[in-house]
C-alpha cells in the first residue's frame, strides 16, 4: 500500500567529484538516514570533513551512496536544500542538491541574483580546508 512504511535505516554518504583524481577526504562526520514509503524516499546526509584535499580532482560534486536508485522519468528532478560551508562560488548566494532519473548519486547547483544555475565542481572547493554538507531530499525510487 501507498501509506504504508515500507522501511527505515541509514546509508553512508561519501563525498566525491566526477573524475575524484587524488582527492583524500578525512570525515568527523558521515551519516545518512532515509524512510521509505511505497516508492516515495525522503533522504537526509551529514557530511563533515576535518581533512579535505585535492589537486587533480574534476568534474561535479558528487555524495554517492543513496540507498534506492531514483526512477526512470526524463526531466523529473529531486531538488532537496541543506546546510554547507567549503563551497567558493563568487556571485552564487544558493546551493540545493538534485538527484537525477536512474542514478543513487546527488549532484549540487548552485544559484544567485542574475545568475544561471551552475554545477558545484572541484575548482569551487578549495583544497585543505573543511566542507560541511547538511541536506535533505525526497526522491520517488524506481519500481
Known amino acids: 500500500s501507498w501509506n504504508t512504511l ?6 553512508t554518504p561519501v ?8 582527492l583524500s577526504v578525512v570525515y568527523s562526520v558521515q551519516v545518512g538516514t532515509y524512510i521509505k514509503i511505497g516508492r516515495l524516499v525522503f533522504v537526509t ?3 563533515n570533513t576535518s581533512t579535505f584535499t585535492h ?9 554517492t551512496g543513496l540507498p534506492f536508485t531514483a526512477d526512470a522519468v526524463t526531466n523529473n528532478l529531486h ?8 563551497i567558493t562560488k563568487a556571485n552564487y548566494t544558493d546551493i540545493s542538491s538534485r538527484i ?15 545568475q544561471a544555475a551552475s554545477s558545484i565542481s572541484a575548482a569551487d572547493m ?6 560541511t554538507l547538511h541536506f ?3 526522491y520517488m525510487a524506481a519500481s
Open 126 to 131: 578549495p583544497t585543505g580546508g573543511s566542507v
Open 79 to 86: 531538488s532537496g536544500g541543506g546546510r554547507w560551508s567549503g
Open 6 to 11: 515500507d522501511e527505515k535505516g541509514t546509508w
Open 136 to 138: 535533505s531530499s525526497m
Open 15 to 22: 563525498l566525491t567529484f566526477s573524475v575524484p583524481g587524488d
Open 45 to 47: 546526509f551529514v557530511i
Open 55 to 63: 589537486t587533480t580532482a574534476s568534474g561535479a560534486l558528487r555524495i
Open 100 to 114: 537525477d532519473a536512474n542514478l543513487t548519486i546527488v549532484i549540487f547547483l548552485a544559484s544567485g541574483s542574475g
